[in-house]
């Protein structure tokens, strides 16, 4: 069991940059494939990225290539989400989400965080 707690959301303006941390409880933290997630208003969730295991390979969508990196420390259970040159249709609540394999869908993951909005003003 994993429990996931998403921090570091706000109102940032357009060209901005914000890091969202998701802080995992339980000693297996290390074993999980840990993605990111969002949603806006009347769309579907969609998949931001994920990283590995140990954080050596990550994986991202298209739309946040170049802008997006995904990170996490082990040791601490953290993972994190640096987001730069943030656009106005980058607003949306970002999750985070545990999974055992990987996977760009939202049903592969097993565990998620309560979610963190993040609004970009233009």
């Known amino acids: 069991q994993v429990q996931l707690v998403e921090s570091g959301g706000g109102l940032v303006q357009a060209g901005g940059s914000l890091r969202l941390s998701c802080a995992a409880s339980?000693?297996?933290?290390?074993?999980?494939?840990m993605a990111w997630f969002r949603q806006a208003p009347g769309k579907v969730r969609e998949f931001v990225g994920r990283?590995?295991?140990?954080?050596?390979?990550?994986y991202y969508a298209d739309f946040v290539k170049g802008r997006f990196t995904i990170s996490r420390d082990n040791a601490k259970n953290t993972a994190y989400l640096q987001m730069n040159s943030l656009k106005p249709e980058d607003t949306a609540v970002y999750y985070c989400?545990?999974?055992?394999?990987?996977?760009?869908?939202?049903?592969?993951?097993?565990?998620w965080g309560q979610g963190t909005q993040v609004t970009v003003s233009s």
């Open positions: 989400a545990a999974g055992q394999y990987v996977g760009t869908y939202s049903y592969e993951y097993n565990y």
């Open positions: 339980g000693r297996t933290f290390s074993t999980y494939i």
């Open positions: 990283s590995s295991w140990s954080g050596d390979r990550t």
